[in-house]
């Protein structure tokens, strides 16, 4: 996987999420020395409360932050925000901030024309579009989806909880995946109006109580990973868009026939060592760049399962299990080089490097351990 970048000689920064009910100052910035792994700490953005989710801009001019709380400006609700990101430092200027449309916002993206950013509100189960503007700043929300229904689990889902948010390999269709009602909700945002349209048919579910939590695709564009948070294991689906765009045209409004179409369900694949029966909780998931490793994070069992695709995608077979040297991975993310996996530790106050094996995808630690408050997401941009 090396030299998966054009430009060896490209300076990256990073930028962890925190939450900030403890020591931490906001969004932590290093500089990442891309021969050895090492990060080198430059500062801390304006502190905003718990900015647990970013994203950078395709053009990594611009980041953009949840602020994961349930109060914003005296109403119900949190927010989300935006930062410039300085050319030559990769320090970050505070923009603006707008209410996200319900309360505790934990994801969001925005796509490759940064025309709209979009966000998942976990605690009402709402999905919010902004308008962006060319500046990079977010305006008012244009239209806010709202999830209804309710799972098996009754701790866990006795409501829509929305907690992730990606656009499809071609961005046609925005993906909300939905921990409470076990469902991967599909929509077809209209850039003209700004809104969000639902195509309930072409919208996938999962085994009931799974509890899905994030989603990524593979770099060839045809198959779809969800990570189940409840039930520690990951969906794989076909995705099938020229088939869905059919369906949707056609009218065809029949449920169980679409979601064959646009996502159809191949197997699921647990993320833990047989016979482990402790407590755990999946979190994040990646695909190394150059498609041939999946990986995903377990929160309890503290490690990321390590699965090939290879020449097969869809059916990963998982390969190692390797400790994340630290407790509660809620994020990880592999640097745009593709030979280093950074892995956030909430619970430690820690993020732990490891170097990705070439042509292996394993992980072997390279000592690093940077101490951070509370990190629960790692992002890279390119300056």
Do not use: W
């Not at 109403?75 to 603006?96: H, P, R, Y």
């Not at 998982?318 to 280093?340: E, H, K, M, Q, Y």
Request: with cysteine.
């Amino acid at each position: 996987m090396d030299n998966q970048i054009d430009n060896q000689d490209a300076r990256y920064m990073v930028y962890v999420g925190t939450y900030t009910y403890g020591e931490s100052k906001g969004i932590y910035i290093f500089s990442l020395d891309t021969s050895t792994g090492k990060l080198e700490p430059l500062g801390t953005s304006r502190k905003i409360e718990n900015p647990s989710y970013l994203a950078v801009s395709s053009d990594n001019r611009y980041l953009y932050t949840v602020m994961e709380t349930d109060e914003f400006n005296g109403e119900k609700g949190g927010a989300v925000g935006s930062f410039l990101v300085d050319q030559k430092s990769g320090l970050l200027e505070f923009m603006n901030c707008q209410p996200a449309g319900g309360r505790a916002p934990c994801h969001l993206c925005c796509d490759r024309k940064n025309m709209y950013l979009y966000s998942a509100n976990y605690r009402e189960g709402t999905v919010s579009m902004f308008p962006l503007e060319r500046d990079g700043s977010i305006l008012p929300a244009s239209d806010v989806a709202r999830h209804e229904g309710c799972g098996p689990n009754k701790e866990r889902q006795e409501s829509a909880h929305a907690h992730f948010v990606t656009l499809t390999p071609g961005e046609k269709y925005l993906c909300a995946v939905d921990l409470g009602i076990d469902r991967v909700m599909v929509y077809e945002p209209d850039r003209e109006q700004g809104r969000l349209i639902h195509l309930k048919e072409l919208s996938p579910g999962v085994r009931p109580g799974s509890g899905p939590r994030h989603m990524v695709y593979h770099p060839g564009g045809s198959y779809a990973y969800v990570v189940n948070e409840l039930s520690s294991d990951i969906a794989v689906f076909k995705y099938n868009p020229a088939q869905g765009d059919k369906n949707a045209t056609q009218g065809d409004r029949n449920p169980g026939q679409a979601n064959k179409v646009l996502f159809e369900e191949i197997r699921y694949i647990s993320t833990l060592p047989a016979g482990f029966k402790g407590e755990n909780y999946c979190a994040a998931i990646h695909v190394s760049p150059d498609g041939k490793f999946l990986y995903a994070s377990n929160r309890g069992h503290d490690s990321i399962a390590i699965l090939n695709t290879g020449d097969c995608p869809e059916n990963p077979g998982l390969v190692s299990i390797t400790s994340t040297r630290g407790r509660f991975p809620r994020d990880f993310a592999i640097d745009p080089t593709g030979n280093f996996l950074f892995a956030a530790n909430q619970h430690s106050d820690s993020i732990a490097c490891f170097k990705i094996l070439p042509g292996e995808g394993m992980l072997e630690f390279t000592g690093q351990i940077v101490n951070v408050p509370a990190p629960v997401c790692v992002k890279f941009a390119r300056i």
